[in-house]
């Protein structure tokens, strides 16, 4: 089984499904398109249709779409386990994990992430009420977990935010004290440092990620 995935340094939507198969050591081969403008939707289609990355290819099979993905991981090598155990836990991590998938666009345009570098950046109101509005959410899903993850056990839904702690690491983005825990345990996750320690190897720049200044 391949995941095609982009830089490791830029590319949130691929670290999602690397992240869960990565953290639950379910077998895989990664390939890497760079992100880079260049001929980027000819190389992309390679893979998919959607010209997006991250693409799994399972022999005959293509699934593309980070969440997809996620699902036909945890349906195929997981036994269910991307998704908490109780029907109603598992019906709000959807829920978020959609919300995150599909919204806090201001958070996803104005911050991209890039995890090699420490910056300042001007955000706008929008983006100001959406990091409110998303660690109000931590908080609350961290209140009735067994912790340290968002559901006690970690499931698709912290691969969902985990790029945005990562995001907010950058940006040097002040944490409600009730989500710092929840920080520590994703910086202190194994999986997700061996893909910070690639990411800080790679040394392409992709403009178009660049945001804030260096502080
Ligand atoms: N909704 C998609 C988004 C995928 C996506 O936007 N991927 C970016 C990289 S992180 C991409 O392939 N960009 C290339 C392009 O837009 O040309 C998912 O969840 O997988």
Redesign the pocket.
Known sequence: MKLVI?NKN????????WLLLSHFDVPFTEVM?S?S?QS??TR?AQYSD??????LINEELNV??????CEYVSEQYLNGRGWPKDAAQRAVARSVSAQM??GFTAIRNEMP?NIRAKRSIELSDDAKNEINQMQLLWHRLLQNSDGPWLFGDFSIADCMFIPVILRFETYGITLLPSTESYRDAVMANVALNSWIDAALTETEIIEVDEAGENR
């Open positions: 982009g830029y590319s949130t939507w691929s670290l999602r499904p398109e992100l403008p980027l939707s992309l959607s010209k997006k990355v991250p693409v593309w779409d980070s969440l997809a993905i998938h599909s992430m």
